[in-house]
Nanobody
């Protein structure tokens, strides 16, 4: 498995920006499709964005399209999520994930991802 550790969360005002990072370590850490999910209190974990191993293709949830950007630096084994124009409804714990059975496509279901970080809290105030 891959070990994942998120950082970069915090408190920001609506309209502001944050960049989340996810450091990956372990077996072939940069070789897989990776994704970001989030979970708000009382809600199910939901897909935010995903990126294939090469970084050449990405997928976003409609709710974040045009505001968030997922990227990766395989040389640094690091995944990023740049979040702009943040809204109060973006408040959640954000999780980094890896699908170690896949490198060339992506899925939006959390069950497809087998490695998870501990999460980082993002709070957007109105």
């Amino acid at each position: 498995q891959v070990q994942l550790a998120e950082s970069g969360g915090g408190l920001v005002q609506a309209g502001g920006s944050l960049r989340l990072s996810c450091a990956a370590s372990g077996r072939a850490a940069s070789s897989y499709t990776m994704g970001w999910f989030r979970q708000a209190p009382g809600k199910e974990r939901e897909f935010v964005a995903a990126i294939i191993r090469s970084g050449g293709s990405t997928l976003y949830a409609d709710s974040v399209k045009g505001r968030f950007t997922i990227s990766r630096d395989n040389a640094k084994n690091t995944l990023y999520l740049q979040m702009n124009s943040l809204k109060p409804e973006d408040t959640a714990v954000y999780y980094c994930s890896a699908d170690t059975f896949n490198s060339g496509t992506f899925y939006t279901r959390a069950e497809r991802y087998d490695s998870w970080g501990q999460g980082t809290q993002v709070t957007v105030s109105s």
